[in-house]
């Protein structure tokens, strides 16, 4: 039985050679887009002297919460719920650990694509007793096609750039080497803003809804998307003489 040698490997030079001299440049992509969807978080609190008559306040504002939210159909992306805690708080004096009250709290995050429904919910939720908004976190979805426009151009930029350097030589690209993705980000993420009820105790609670509050008018932050490529390429042996 005969063995069929093995080839010998190429030579590779990862720097170039003057017969085949390499050329590696960045390029960049800066784009902006109009955000797609948007974050809100909602904080749910509830106070009282008895533990459980202060979970069921939560439970019930949570139900209530959740309700409102649900209506949006559609117009809710996703709704998500949080941690969920209850902690006694002790009494200042005295030498015995007793308890002077409870207090329970739940977080939801709601993501919404229509800022119309947004600035509405985030009105009647910020006419709840015992609740808190922040937001709104703006973004792009993963999967939006700027980020691939972004890396488009990311990759056009280079190859300008590597042809520019190749024309300053009077010569040309010959082939690509490598293609690396040195980082896609985005900003600003969002403008911040938060609404809040007066803390009062659960047991003072009002009205849990007002249908007809005003909507808040909400104005979307444009997102950047940056895109940073490098490539390598070998070039055409120029003719420096």
């Known amino acids: 039985m005969t063995e069929t040698p093995t080839p010998a490997p190429a030579n590779h030079h990862p720097y170039g050679t003057p017969t085949t001299p390499h050329l590696t440049v960045r390029g960049e992509a800066h784009l902006e887009a109009d955000p797609e969807i948007a974050h809100i978080t909602i904080t749910l609190t509830a106070r009282g002297t008895d533990r459980r008559t202060t979970l069921d306040g939560l439970t019930h504002r949570n139900t209530t919460t959740l309700d409102l939210i649900k209506t949006y159909g559609d117009a809710i992306e996703k709704l998500e ?3 969920l805690a209850i902690r006694p708080e002790l009494t200042r004096h005295g030498r ?3 308890i002077r009250a409870y207090h ?4 939801l995050t709601a993501t919404l694509h229509d800022f119309t429904a947004l600035g509405e919910l985030v009105a009647r939720l910020a006419d709840h007793d015992l609740t808190r908004i922040d937001g709104p976190w703006w973004a792009l979805r993963p999967t939006s096609p700027h980020h691939a426009a972004a890396r488009r151009g990311a990759v056009q930029a280079a190859l300008q750039r590597a042809r520019e350097y190749a024309e ?3 010569t040309r690209l ?8 040195t980082g896609t980000h985005m900003g600003p993420r969002s403008a ?3 609404f809040s009820t007066h803390a009062v105790p659960f047991a003072a609670a009002g009205t849990e809804a007002a249908p007809d509050a005003a909507p808040v008018d909400l104005e979307p932050v444009r997102q950047t998307v940056d895109a940073q490529v ?3 390429f070998t070039l055409v042996p120029p003719d420096l003489g």
């Open 104 to 107: 329970a709290s739940i977080q």
């Open 192 to 194: 911040r803003a938060a």
């Open 168 to 170: 300053a030589l009077n």
């Open 174 to 181: 010959d082939a690509l080497l490598e293609l690396s993705d």
């Open 81 to 83: 719920t949080g941690t």
């Open 96 to 98: 015995a650990e007793r």
């Open 230 to 232: 490098e490539a390598s």
